[in-house]
């Protein structure tokens, strides 16, 4: 079973199939219409180089974001920091997180509860993808703590084995490209109460 290709990969080869699109085919129009393949080299030049420019402003704009999301900040924290940095995060999503012990977890770095649901989070910052081992985990967590359902979370991604483990055990598994997108979430929405506490102070003034 071949690995999932990143929500990123999938971007990137996107845009590499469109550089060379923007070259094929207004150079056959061209060609076709005037039948100079002089003109028809001129015209795919000048649209490779508008297509370049746009994947250029493509690109700034998603180191923007990355930045803006905070990842690289995860991408330096230890374990322990990890762990805390989620409960911050799934209690912006309404969720009460509880941050277990270092020692004797049973499997589960978090516990999160809501509208009556318990989920157990077990958390991996890492520098490679995640294995079977932390999705054998927080399947022993779900029994343990009682859990209606169990999470991985990572900053990175997960095997082939993992992916497959988890689809057949009903374990969601959160990786890279979801977190950042979680991660923004949370920013866009404290900047929203953040804009509207200091507007209603202007207001009261």
Same mark, same amino acid.
Request: aromatic share 8%; glycine share 8%; proline share 1%.
């Given at each position: 079973?071949a690995?999932r290709?990143?929500k990123?990969?999938?971007?990137e ?8 699109a ?15 393949? %002089?003109? $028809? &080299?001129?015209? =795919?030049?000048?649209? !490779? ?6 994947? @250029? ?16 900040e995860?991408?330096k924290?230890?374990?322990?920091q ?7 995060l ?6 009460k997180a509880e941050v277990? %012990?270092? $020692? &004797?977890?049973? =499997?589960?770095?978090? !516990?999160?509860t809501?509208?009556?649901k318990? @989920?157990?989070?077990?958390a991996?910052?890492?520098?490679k ?13 779900i ?8 999470w ?13 483990? $988890?689809?057949?055990n =009903? ?24 804009s ?8 009261s003034?």
């Open positions: 079973m690995r290709k990143s990123a990969k999938q971007q080869e996107f845009l590499q199939a469109v550089l060379g923007s070259f094929v085919f207004p150079s056959l129009l061209t060609y076709m219409v005037t039948s100079s393949l %002089q003109i $028809a &080299g001129i015209v =795919g030049g000048v649209c !490779v180089v508008a297509s370049i420019c746009f994947m @250029i402003h493509i690109a700034n704009l998603k180191r923007e974001r990355l930045k803006r999301s905070g990842i690289a995860i991408d924290m230890d374990g322990i990890f762990e805390k940095y989620l409960g911050h799934f209690r912006s999503q309404g969720y277990t %012990q270092a $020692a &004797g977890d049973y =499997g589960a770095d978090l !516990v999160l809501k509208d009556s318990r @989920i157990v989070v077990q991996k910052r890492y520098s993808n995640v294995g079977l081992k932390a999705v054998q985990e927080v399947q022993g967590a029994a343990h703590y009682r859990a209606s359902s169990g991985v979370v990572t900053n990175s991604d997960y095997t082939a084995q993992a992916f497959k483990l $988890a689809k057949s =009903g374990v969601r598994l959160i990786n890279r490209d979801e977190l950042i997108e979680m991660l923004l979430q949370m920013k866009d929405k404290l900047s929203g109460a953040k509207a506490a200091t507007a209603e102070k202007k207001t003034a």
